[in-house]
């Protein structure tokens, strides 16, 4: 007797839940990945922008399997990668490197991170660390009924302004804010909004410069790397992979050659 | 590679080795500084908190209580206790009304309609009697109890009690040398252990996955829990008087379910003692607020999502595994059928560890789906002691309408209390389900793991049965 595939059961990996939204999954404009601290709703958001039913649930790290699903909005077509929910992209984790090298070498078009508006403060330790990795990012400010609920009260303009990207506030648990949140992620997408993001200050001069000076020599030999800043920070920090990745050649070879498709294979997510 | 490209390569990497030593070593502190007093700047610039905090604070208070070193045991073992006394209750009428319509009235109309056809025995003997049956009864026996044991588990889960539990029983896992999270891996057991070893994604020190991994079929799972609740109602139940009947019952199965935890945290300290050393890594459990479950919604989704699945895989197995059981009892050899044959067989050692050949023989056949170990049991015990009257003949999978005529069977079949509770704590401690075993070979991708997965649960029963068998008979007699 054939034990039973757990994956091919799943809703998630079954094509025809797509068909109801028209999208076949093999085309699409444009690659949006979802990334955020854990237990903020990225599941949530998820379901509701791709009409899934992953499994939601209150606790952190809940979400283990990669979830993949796609949505339509005006004219284009987005594909949208579930990422593990991490705090930060520095460590060594199992779910940080996933959720780090897919941005680092995913190349998405745009990046939606989920921040929890009730603790507004460390979740943006993650935008920070995103925002150093790629220009395009909308911040889905999720939680936005909690947050009213315990009296918080946010300026979301200024939030954005401070940030240099789109802010959209949302309460996913009851589907509110999601048309904005697919407008200024086709906004983003299509270039109609220009992201200025926030750099770090505070860092020395002379540090400064050494990060200049390395991100000109790795845009000389790596021409398709798309976040040279990000590498030169981490080769500053002597981080091993990142060492590795360039001796090797794979840092180069990755943005030439390979395609979407076979990225986000090479990254474990099961492709249909 | 050209070797111009390669001095490239290393030129960079000379480059970035000399400012780092020019900058120093603590770039990185300084980065992740520089990142906080950024983020600590913008959100002071945003966000204002208003008036009071009158909601944190009672989230705290109830944090308080329910992660307290005295309550929050008690309460765990309080709301588990309610659960499933909440699930045996609601359970029976809708379990008693789904059996009358899919045994009582559309098995005979079925076998009704195929005689009319003109079936011969042996087809409507396969696939009336056989598979048709076992999938009626999975259905009746089933579905009540999973349609409110998901959504009332899945509540407290929207809520977030879980990440309570695991902030609970963190400690005693960690002095186990186990990971805290398995905690919560092990709450997604009492699902489905197939469900749970996948969870243990989430656990990202090899060594503390596998000790979740190999541990984590000692979480009662949804297709053993049925078991314990007949076995209870009637062995345990029938012990004390009729009013308290059902709390002493759900009680015996909260029991079982707690031996399975201490079970699974002694394990784990044995593993992380023997093959599986290591010390316990750290990581930080965020509580999440409490969030008003919605309830319709969790109704929906964990109907759909867990209880149809369940229900789907429990029927998939159950179709062939009541064709097997047919045939086992229907092929003969020489005198008797190869039931008989393997019953005889395996009484003697059956007996000896308090259990006998037929409770064997119905776990050996069930182990794609622990759902199917009770009609086995029932059907087998019937076919074997001839009673043919009460069952609808040989080899027909069935379930006795009331719990009183399911007795007589056991007593019959000469099953003591001994029995009940050797059964009961059988069903806790053996081999994973099959589904499970696949489920543990692609997520380790090891046969040595897997077979440990089956082995040492396994062993462990057939000792614990042995001797509680043993103390029985020594102070009891039986």
């Known amino acids: 007797m054939k034990p039973l595939n757990q994956c ?34 990225k599941s949530t958001v998820f379901n509701n922008l791709t009409g899934l039913k992953q499994h939601t649930g209150n606790w952190p790290g809940k979400t283990v399997t990669r979830a993949e699903g796609a949505f339509s909005y005006r004219d284009k077509k987005f594909k949208i990668v579930d990422l593990p929910g991490t705090y930060s992209l520095l460590t060594m984790s199992t779910d940080e490197e996933i959720a780090r090298d897919f941005l680092l070498f995913g190349k998405p078009d745009v990046t939606v991170v989920v921040v929890d508006a009730t603790r507004i403060e460390r979740n943006l330790n993650l935008v920070l660390q995103i925002l150093e990795i790629t220009d395009h990012v909308v911040i889905c400010l999720n939680l936005i009924d909690e947050a009213k609920r315990h009296n918080l009260e ?51 001069p002379k540090a400064s410069r050494a990060i200049e000076n390395l991100t000109k020599q790795l845009n000389d030999i ?37 395609t979407t498709q076979e990225k986000l294979k090479s990254y474990g997510y099961e492709t249909v | 590679m050209d070797t111009k490209q390669f001095n490239e390569k290393e030129d960079i990497l000379t480059n970035a080795t000399r400012y780092r030593e020019e900058i120093g070593e603590n770039f990185y502190d300084t980065m992740l500084e520089s990142i906080y007093s950024e983020a600590a700047t913008i959100a002071k610039k945003s966000v204002r908190q208003r008036d009071d905090k009158r909601i944190y604070t009672l989230d705290r208070t109830i944090d308080r209580i329910v992660t307290s070193k005295v309550y929050g045991f008690p309460i765990m073992v309080g709301l588990l206790a309610v659960v499933f006394w909440i699930t045996i209750v609601g359970s029976n009428l809708p379990s008693d009304m789904l059996y009358i319509l899919l045994v009582e009235t559309l098995h005979p109309a079925l076998k009704g309609v195929a005689s009319t056809i003109g079936f011969p025995w042996w ?7 056989g598979a048709y049956l076992s999938v009626a009864w999975v259905v009746s026996v089933m579905l009540p109890p999973m349609a409110i044991f998901f959504p009332l588990f899945t509540l407290l889960e929207d809520f977030g009690y879980l990440p309570r539990v695991a902030f609970n029983m963190d400690s005693l896992f960690r002095k ?23 969870s243990t994604r989430v656990i990202d020190s090899p060594r503390e996955r596998i000790i979740a991994i190999l541990t984590n079929n000692f979480s009662l799972c949804n297709g053993r829990w049925p078991i314990l609740i007949l076995i209870s109602t009637i062995f345990i139940g029938s012990l004390v008087p009729a009013h308290i009947a059902g709390l002493v019952s759900a009680m015996a199965v909260v029991s079982v379910a707690l031996l399975g935890i201490v079970l699974s945290i002694v394990l784990s300290w044995f593993l992380s003692h023997t093959i599986l050393k290591g010390e316990a890594s750290t990581f930080s459990l965020e509580l999440p607020p409490y969030r008003p479950p919605r309830i319709l919604r969790t109704l929906y989704t964990s109907l759909i999502d867990r209880t149809i699945f369940v229900l789907w895989r429990a029927i998939l197995f159950a179709t062939p595994a009541g064709l097997v059981i047919w045939l086992v009892a229907n092929i003969s050899i020489g005198d008797a059928s190869l039931a ?29 789906a622990n759902e199917i170990i009770i009609p086995t049991i029932l059907m087998l015990t019937v076919t074997t002691l001839g009673m043919h009257e009460v069952g609808a003949g040989t080899g027909v999978m069935f379930e006795l309408d009331s719990v009183s005529a399911t007795a007589s069977i056991f007593h019959t079949g000469g099953w003591t209390l001994l029995t009940g509770i050797n059964l009961m704590l059988f069903s806790l401690i053996h081999n994973p389900c099959s589904t499970t075993l696949y489920t543990i070979y692609k997520e380790t991708g090891s046969m040595k793991w897997t077979a440990l997965a089956a082995v040492i649960p396994l062993t462990l029963g057939i000792a614990v049965c042995f001797f509680v068998a043993q103390i029985w008979r020594l102070f009891l007699g039986g």
């Open chain 1, 154 to 204: 946010i300026d979301v303009l200024q939030l954005s302004r401070d940030i240099g990207v789109p802010v959209v506030p949302t309460a996913a648990r009851h589907k509110k804010g999601m048309e904005t949140l697919m407008q200024s992620i086709y906004d983003v997408a299509t270039g109609a909004y220009q992201c200025k993001p926030k750099r770090l200050k505070n860092i020395s």
């Open chain 2, 176 to 198: 186990a040398g186990a990971h805290g999270k398995q905690a919560l891996t092990m709450s997604m057991g009492f699902g489905c252990n197939a469900a749970g070893v996948i």
């Open chain 1, 222 to 258: 790596f021409p398709h790397l798309h976040n040279a800043r990000w590498i030169a920070m981490r080769l500053l920090e002597g981080d091993q992979r990142i060492i590795n990745a360039i001796r090797s050649g794979e840092l180069g070879t990755i943005h030439q050659e390979e």
């Open chain 2, 123 to 129: 087809l409507d003997g396969l696939l009336i009697d």
């Open chain 1, 8 to 41: 091919e059961q799943c809703t998630v990996h079954k094509e025809s839940t797509f068909i109801k939204y028209g999208i076949n999954m093999s085309r699409y404009d444009y690659l949006v990945a979802l990334a955020g601290n854990p237990n903020t709703g």
């Open chain 2, 340 to 368: 008989d044959h393997f019953i005889r067989f395996a009484d003697p050692f059956g007996l000896f560890i308090g259990l006998n050949g037929i409770i064997l023989l119905a776990f050996i056949i069930a182990i794609p």
